[in-house]
């Protein structure tokens, strides 16, 4: 039975590893009887220490969760059920009506968990892949061998879209397998465009989403925004949402960290404001430098961060994976990217550290560009 708007509920724990619990959590959320924070994985049975949460939330409370934390400290926001639901039921009117959904996601950040929420909302019994071990092309191709759905879909992130392209030639089951999902959602970091061209060429229905976890996940859509969701680009080209997906306890409209433009009537984001170099009096933005490395021979991953420069104050160091036996060759970045490209400097490792959501640890990266010192640039 809902709660009046003036009482307390209980808020409930649930391990990251438990996404049965969590789903059976979640409908209590959507009927406003308890609220849920979905912790990191237990360990040896224990839930992790959490700090700075109470035992008892407002009413208005639903699902708490916490940004990535990708470029720093993760935030904690308080979604209700209605803005659950209406993220669930746009995301559905959108891609042609509700369906049975696959979980490769860690539900303990926005996207796993909104997994979880349309399932519910579809009344559809989810299949669950075990998000605490490293995502496989193999693992992917058998639980999607398991669903039953007349609809089928799933939520990734650009790194593991990128894995399952990789394995198609390796996973003979893997093409049919991905082709049989009414749409494919990708979030969580700008993806790569060589990769979903060429599954797109292949009959695969990649949809590329923007949205966060202040807005209950993705709210844009193939660049278009969901039925209800609001956009605008201000003076200083940061993107605005206004959206009944959006936490209670942020301001409307949300004033994201995105630069952005509409092109064609369609949203582009040309990366984070937060992630642009000042180097020389010269600006670079470390998207774009992720993005030209994307597209050289040979590159698997990514990912550029800010390093100090003796003498123009900053510059970058972007880390690449290779396919094997390959080479990296910057010398012509400097032609597409201008001249802070020239101080940076593109480092080849063999695996970019990650966070538990499949994103590129900025933090730790940026860690390891500090102990380069003068050799940058």
């Given at each position: 039975?809902?709660?009046?708007?003036?009482?307390?509920?209980?808020?409930?724990?649930?391990?990251?590893?438990?996404?049965?619990?969590?789903?059976?959590?979640?409908?209590?959320?959507?009927?406003?009887?308890?609220?849920?924070?979905?912790?990191?994985?237990?360990?040896?049975?224990?839930?992790?220490?959490?700090?700075?949460?109470?035992?008892?939330?407002?009413?208005?409370?639903?699902?708490?969760?916490?940004?990535?934390?990708?470029?720093?400290?993760?935030?904690?926001?308080?979604?209700?059920?209605?803005?659950?639901?209406?993220?669930?039921?746009?995301?559905?009117?959108?891609?042609?009506?509700?369906?049975?959904?696959?979980?490769?996601?860690p539900i303990n950040y926005v996207a796993g968990a909104m997994v979880l929420v349309r399932s519910l909302i579809a009344d559809t019994q989810p299949v669950l892949m075990n998000t605490s071990v490293p995502f496989t092309a193999?693992?992917?191709?058998?639980?999607?061998?398991?669903?039953?759905?007349?609809?089928?879909?799933?939520?990734l992130v650009p790194a593991q879209l990128d894995r399952l392209y990789e394995a198609l030639d390796s996973e003979p089951s893997l093409l049919a397998s991905l082709q049989r999902f009414d749409a494919i959602l990708i979030g969580g970091q700008k993806p790569n465009r060589t990769t979903i061209n060429a599954l797109r060429k292949k009959d695969i229905n990649i949809v590329t989403t923007y949205g966060m976890a202040e807005t209950a996940g993705g709210v844009v859509y193939n660049g278009e925004p969901l039925d209800g969701v609001e956009l605008s680009i201000l003076e200083d080209g940061i993107i605005a949402i206004d959206s009944p997906t959006l936490a209670s306890n942020i301001k409307r409209p949300y004033i994201t960290s995105d630069l952005g433009q509409f092109t064609d009537g369609k949203l582009y984001v040309?990366?984070?404001?937060?992630?642009?170099?000042?180097?020389?009096?010269?600006?670079?933005?470390?998207?774009?430098?992720?993005?030209?490395?994307?597209?050289?021979?040979?590159?698997?991953?990514?990912?550029?961060?800010?390093?100090p420069h003796p003498k123009f104050g900053e510059t970058f160091v972007c880390?690449?994976?290779?396919?094997?036996?390959?080479?990296?060759?910057?010398?012509?970045?400097?032609?597409?990217?201008?001249?802070?490209?020239?101080?940076?400097?593109?480092?080849?490792?063999?695996?970019?550290?990650?966070?538990?959501?499949?994103?590129?640890?900025?933090?730790e990266l940026t860690e390891q560009a500090k102990t380069l010192g003068g050799n940058v640039g």
């Amino acid at each position: 039975m809902a709660l009046l708007n003036d009482q307390m509920k209980p808020l409930m724990l649930v391990g990251a590893n438990d996404p049965v619990k969590a789903l059976l959590a979640l409908g209590n959320v959507l009927d406003g009887s308890q609220a849920l924070f979905i912790t990191p994985p237990e360990v040896n049975g224990l839930l992790p220490e959490i700090h700075g949460l109470p035992d008892e939330v407002e009413a208005k409370v639903g699902l708490i969760v916490e940004s990535s934390g990708s470029t720093g400290t993760p935030k904690r926001l308080e979604l209700s059920a209605k803005a659950l639901t209406a993220a669930a039921k746009m995301s559905a009117k959108r891609l042609g009506g509700n369906g049975q959904w696959l979980l490769a996601l860690p539900i303990n950040y926005v996207a796993g968990a909104m997994v979880l929420v349309r399932s519910l909302i579809a009344d559809t019994q989810p299949v669950l892949m075990n998000t605490s071990v490293p995502f496989t092309a193999e693992a992917f191709a058998r639980a999607a061998s398991l669903m039953t759905g007349e609809r089928r879909y799933t939520s990734l992130v650009p790194a593991q879209l990128d894995r399952l392209y990789e394995a198609l030639d390796s996973e003979p089951s893997l093409l049919a397998s991905l082709q049989r999902f009414d749409a494919i959602l990708i979030g969580g970091q700008k993806p790569n465009r060589t990769t979903i061209n060429a599954l797109r060429k292949k009959d695969i229905n990649i949809v590329t989403t923007y949205g966060m976890a202040e807005t209950a996940g993705g709210v844009v859509y193939n660049g278009e925004p969901l039925d209800g969701v609001e956009l605008s680009i201000l003076e200083d080209g940061i993107i605005a949402i206004d959206s009944p997906t959006l936490a209670s306890n942020i301001k409307r409209p949300y004033i994201t960290s995105d630069l952005g433009q509409f092109t064609d009537g369609k949203l582009y984001v040309k990366g984070r404001a937060d992630r642009v170099v000042i180097s020389g009096a010269h600006k670079l933005s470390l998207e774009a430098v992720e993005e030209w490395t994307m597209k050289q021979p040979g590159v698997i991953s990514a990912a550029a961060v800010s390093a100090p420069h003796p003498k123009f104050g900053e510059t970058f160091v972007c880390f690449v994976t290779l396919n094997d036996g390959e080479t990296f060759e910057s010398s012509k970045a400097h032609f597409t990217l201008g001249v802070v490209a020239k101080s940076g400097q593109w480092k080849v490792i063999e695996k970019l550290p990650t966070l538990i959501s499949g994103k590129p640890d900025l933090i730790e990266l940026t860690e390891q560009a500090k102990t380069l010192g003068g050799n940058v640039g």
